[in-house]
């Protein structure tokens, strides 16, 4: 299973990252979305799931949770904004994967099995900071992600 993930739009969904998207079997967006449009589009492309963030406000952003916890294929993924805000233990809580935005670095690190993924930002770019998403591949109950820089 592919699952595409994006985060920090700020209300910019670029071409280019709907074309990295394509073909994915869900999408995640980690928060920071911007504009409410930005899920309508993501949501023509496959089963979204989304959390806000810290600029998400106004009555179309006060439905969508500030975190999620998911079972895909057989693993545990917690979504969070802000990793160094998350109120969890991974690794107690048996989960396989946090994905994380806010800080529009890129980074992809394993830290006591668990897979720690931020896409980094698909939005404005922000000080020299790449333009990037992420992929993240479950195969035979295993996570492999991968960072595609966008433009």
Known sequence: MRIGIISDTHGLLRPEALAALQGC?????AG???????LDRLREL?????????VDSGDWATAIPETLDLRIDGLRIHVT?????MQIDPVAE??????????????IEQVNDVLYLNPGSAGRRRFKLP????????EDGQPRAQLVTLG
């Open 46 to 54: 496959g089963p979204l799931d989304a959390i806000r963030g810290n």
């Open 94 to 107: 048996g989960v396989a994967v946090v994905i994380a935005g806010h800080s529009h670095q890129p980074k």
């Open 131 to 138: 333009i990037s998403l992420a992929l993240l591949d479950i």
């Open 25 to 29: 079997e869900r999408i995640i967006h």
């Open 32 to 38: 920071d979305i911007g504009k409410p449009e930005v």
């Open 81 to 85: 904004h802000d990793v160094k805000t």
